[in-house]
């Protein structure tokens, strides 16, 4: 349940708590959630703590408020599942949406060490570095930081990455797009994100770091980007050999 000696927050412990009474069907959708007194007592844990938890989790998309009503418990968020190696411009349309992409800057850079490491370079080898805001409908979804070796995604300029990366690199370099490895976690947003994804300060993030491979094991890119938690759930299945 709550334990105060554990180095994860106590407010986080509780989101969790939270959240394990949705998924279990404890709490159900549209139904009020305990008063803070009632946790106050539970877990002998001050008003402010179980604030920052509630407030969290109605960022999080978890629970919502109506004025003078209380809060409640919200239905589910979208998921989208991470089953291929799809582009963005893919998912995208998958969905419905139209996607698009808000440039913010685009230069040559020599690799530092991070980047060089993801990308199997050596240091100071010279990479694109490209920042887009990934739209949806012309809504910002994401803040993609690109990395990619300037030698072999060659000849890349403004209105190739307007459109989809992906698929220059498949049909006009004619490369092999094979496998990536992705890390997913959750994070605030920094100001600069705050401005670029136009949500509030304190919103939630999903900061993905994506490692990308040709069919010969080769890094062609290493990707940051910062989803809208508000927005997003991802979904892996995973198999039992
Ligand atoms: C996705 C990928 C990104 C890739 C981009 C290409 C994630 C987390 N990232 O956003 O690695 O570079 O798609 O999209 O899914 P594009 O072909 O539309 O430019």
Redesign the pocket.
């Known amino acids: 349940m709550i334990d105060k000696n554990s180095p994860i927050p106590i407010y986080h412990q509780l989101e969790e708590y939270i959240k394990a009474q949705i998924d279990s069907g404890e709490l159900q959708p549209d139904e009020t959630i305990p008063s803070e007194r009632v946790y106050a007592d539970m877990f002998q844990i001050s008003r402010m703590t179980i604030r920052q938890a509630l407030t969290n989790l109605v960022n999080d998309g978890y629970l919502y408020r109506q004025k003078g009503r209380g809060t409640f418990v919200n239905k589910k968020k979208v998921e989208q599942r991470l089953q291929g190696l799809?582009?963005?411009?893919?998912?995208m349309r998958e969905r419905g949406f139209n996607?698009g992409?808000k440039l913010i800057s685009f230069e040559i850079i020599p690799a530092g060490r991070e980047i060089a490491d993801r990308l199997k370079l050596n240091e100071n080898t010279p990479v694109y570095e490209i920042k887009r805001v990934?739209l949806a409908d012309n809504v910002p979804m994401?803040l993609?930081t690109?990395y990619l070796p300037a030698n072999l995604v060659k000849g890349l300029t403004e209105d190739i990455?307007n459109?989809?990366?992906?698929?220059y690199i498949e049909e006009k370099l004619n490369l092999v797009i094979h496998e990536?490895t992705?890390e997913i976690e959750a994070s605030n947003a920094k100001d600069h994100e705050l401005r670029l994804l136009e949500i509030e300060k304190g919103s939630p993030i999903l900061l993905?770091l994506?490692t990308?491979t040709l069919k010969d094991g080769t890094p062609f890119?290493f990707?940051k980007?910062a989803?809208r938690a508000d927005r997003y759930k991802f979904v892996h299945t995973m198999h039992r050999s």
Do not use: K
């Open positions: 799809t582009s963005f411009t893919e998912d996607p992409s990934r994401a993609e690109t990455i459109q989809s990366l992906y698929q990536a992705q993905i994506r990308s890119e990707v980007s989803y």
